[in-house]
Each structure stands twice: as C-alpha cells, then as structure tokens.
C-alpha cells in the first residue's frame, strides 16, 4: 500500500512540475541555508582555534599593567624571565619579547615592520618552525651579534623571490644577517601578519634599536606550561612572585600588569562563534516552516482539484485511511526532494563560500542527517491537515463536486 501511495505520488508531482518546483522552494532554501550556515560557523570556529595555536603551545603572556595599552607601568627585566623560569613550577620555558619599528631595506626595496628582541627559547614557546637556514643560540644572544630571523612576507616583499638567507639588511644604521626564514603562520587570532617581522637577539635589539640599556626593557614575557599542567595555577604563582619582585607589598595595591591565556581567549571566541552560528542556523530554520506552509497550502488546493478523484476512490472501497495516506505520502515526497536539493545547494554553497572568507570546509553528516529529517517531518506536520481533510471527504458529495 505504502509503494503504490509512493508510485502516484509521484506521477503527481511530475504532472505539476512548475507547481512542484514552487512548492518545495521553500524547503530547498530553508535546508541550504540551515547547513550553510551551521557548516560556515564550525569552519569559522575552527579557523579561530588554529590561528590562536599558531601563537604558541600552552602560551601565557605577561604584560605591563591591566590594559592593553598601558604604557605608564614599569616594563619587565630578564630578571623576572629568570625568576619564572626557575621559581614558578610547570613553566616548561620562558622568553622575553621587546619590541621596535624601522624600516627594513634592501637594495631599492623598503618595509616599515616590527622587530622582535628575544631569546632561542621564544622559538620553542611561539611554535615557530624553521624553513630555511636557523634560529640564532645563546652564543648569538651574548654577544649581540647583529644577526636576524624573518617571516614569509618580509621575505616576499624585500627578496621578491631570491634565497635571503646569508644576505644583510639595513635598519637604521645596522646591517643585520638574515640567518634564516621562518615557516608560514598565516594570521593570528586578532587578524596581525604573524609571518610580517624581523627576529634578533634581545641584546641585539637593546643595543643597536630601542637604545633601552636599563634593566627594565622587556615589553611582554611568554612563557609556556607544560602538558596537563593546570595553567590557573601557574598565573597564580607567577602574580604572586610578580608582585613580590615590583613591590607590590600591600594588599590594596592593584597588579601593574597582566596574564592571559591564549587557551581562554581560544574557549572564548570559539564559543561567541558557536553563540552566534546557533542564532544563525535558528533564523534560518524559520524558512523551513515557511517552505512547510507552502506545502500545506498547494496540498489542500490538491484536495480541492481531486475531489473527484478522491470520491470514486471511496466509492469503489478504498478505506478512509488510505486516502489519508496518499496524501501524507505525497507531502512527505515533495518536503523529502526539496531537503535532497537543499543538501546539494548547501554543499555547493559551504565549498564556494568556504573558499571566498578563508575558513575550512568542514564536512558534517550529522547535520546534514538532521535537516534531512526536519525536512520529512515538516511534510508529516504540515501535509497531515490536507490528508485528514482527503480522507474525511462524503463519497458522495465528492462526486458530485465539478
């Protein structure tokens, strides 16, 4: 019974192809856009977890003061990397960051960028991987040998495709020797060049940039926990010895600087990311009800045309139930093609639009199963009215319909 409900159903439907194609409109723009959007929001998710960890392994980063922008607190000392390094349990490795802009030059070529002063433990911490040459050591840092690490894009802009490695540069009054490249990191997590910098010794820089020959010099300090090392420990301990090195005796005082954890900004953002794919995958989910009206509407105007039809049905025997079925069945159909054609034009969407804002496609089965079955139950809900109004037709005053 339920094959042959299937079979006319479906000569149905191609008898009123236009009306058909109208019909499950709807439903075809309610599934594609539910997977579209929930697809897009996992890849975006996704993009934000990977451009934190290109930051670094179990990163935490001191500041100075409670902003980001806080540049009347006193700056660090290597000092305080030491005391971490050797005081705070769990801290797998500590590195000091300071920072200066010049311009880099080579030949006619000129790019205004960051460099970095630091330690070969940065390296490590950041997750920065060599691609050509090496990262400068300790013998390097002590003596504050004018030597340098770059990104891709420097790289790109300066060497336009030569090999930089054992070439100089100039910033400022000093050339430097590019003894290596890095590998492409791509963006960070708040949309910064990662691959845009020069890298050298913090002696180097102290020295030879930034004139800052004080002790206390350091812009921020990395450091890295080891694995499984819960990190609200380790921020614990090193505020605590921070406040202790800076003076901060009494418990009135505020802490002129900051810990952060890029894990948490990672949890954060990945979770505002969810937040808002979820709104977006129920906003348009409302289509899918729309499509499911639409569906109820062209039904019951199918009971009207066929009343006829249903009449001399009931007439000949057929139970009430099985004209109840026929056009149950045949709503299901049609809400079941429109999901079929949404998945199809949601995949195409999730590829095309995936490539246009740089996120991975992330295939999911389990949604697309899910809006698969939302579809079907929409042609259950919204088709039954029609189908309970077909089946409790009068044989008669059917037949006498025109």
């Known amino acids: 019974m339920f094959f042959n409900a299937f079979i006319i159903a479906l000569r149905e439907i191609r008898r009123n192809l236009t009306r058909a194609f109208l019909t499950v409109l709807g439903v075809v723009i309610g599934v594609a ?34 902003g980001w922008g806080d540049r009347n607190a006193p700056q660090f000392s290597m000092g305080d990397v030491q005391a971490i390094k050797e005081q705070i349990s769990g801290v797998r490795a500590a590195a000091p960051l300071a920072q200066a802009t010049a311009p880099a030059v080579y030949l006619k070529n000129v790019r205004n960028t960051d460099i970095q002063g630091t330690t070969p433990d940065y390296f490590g911490i950041a997750n920065w991987k060599i ?3 090496r990262f400068f050591d300790e013998k390097d840092l002590l003596e504050g040998a004018p030597v340098c690490v770059i990104g891709e894009t ?25 003894i290596g490249t890095t590998a492409v990191k791509g963006q960070g997590g708040f949309g910064d060049d990662l691959d845009d910098n020069i890298i050298v010794p913090v002696t180097t820089l102290q020295h030879r940039f930034s004139g800052k020959k004080s002790k206390q010099s350091i812009n921020q300090i990395l ?6 090392y819960p990190t609200a420990g380790i921020i614990t301990d090193v505020a605590a010895l921070m406040r202790e090195r800076r003076g901060l005796t009494s418990v009135n005082q505020e802490n002129n600087f900051s810990v952060t954890d890029t894990r948490q900004i990672a949890d954060v953002m990945s979770s505002s990311t969810q937040v808002m794919t979820s709104l977006l995958g129920a906003v348009a989910g409302v289509s899918l009800l729309v499509g499911g009206i639409g569906i109820m509407n062209i039904m019951l105007v199918s009971v009207t045309e066929r009343t006829r039809e249903i009449g001399i049905r009931l007439a000949i025997g057929a139970r009430a139930r099985e004209v109840l079925l026929q056009f149950l069945v ?13 998945i199809l034009l949601a995949y195409g969407l999730c590829t095309t639009l995936a490539k ?4 991975p496609f992330i295939f999911d089965p389990k949604i697309n199963t899910i809006a698969f079955i939302f579809s079907a139950a929409i042609g259950i809900v919204f088709g039954f009215m029609p189908a309970r109004r077909a089946a409790s037709l009068d044989p008669i005053d059917a037949l006498r319909h025109e």
């Open 33 to 66: 856009a539910v997977i579209t959007m929930v697809t897009l929001g996992r890849g975006a998710t996704e993009m934000v977890k990977s451009q934190i960890a290109n930051l670094g392994s179990n990163l935490l980063v001191m500041r100075p003061g409670q």
């Open 131 to 133: 691609n050509e040459g």
């Open 154 to 178: 420097i790289s790109k802009e300066l060497f336009a495709g030569d090999d930089p490695v054992g070439k100089k540069i100039r910033m400022q009054s000093t050339s430097l020797l590019v």
């Open 223 to 228: 450091f890295s926990a080891e694995d499984h």
């Open 330 to 342: 045949e709503a299901v159909t049609l809400s079941c093609v429109g999901g079929v054609t949404g």
């Open 356 to 359: 246009v804002v740089g996120a």
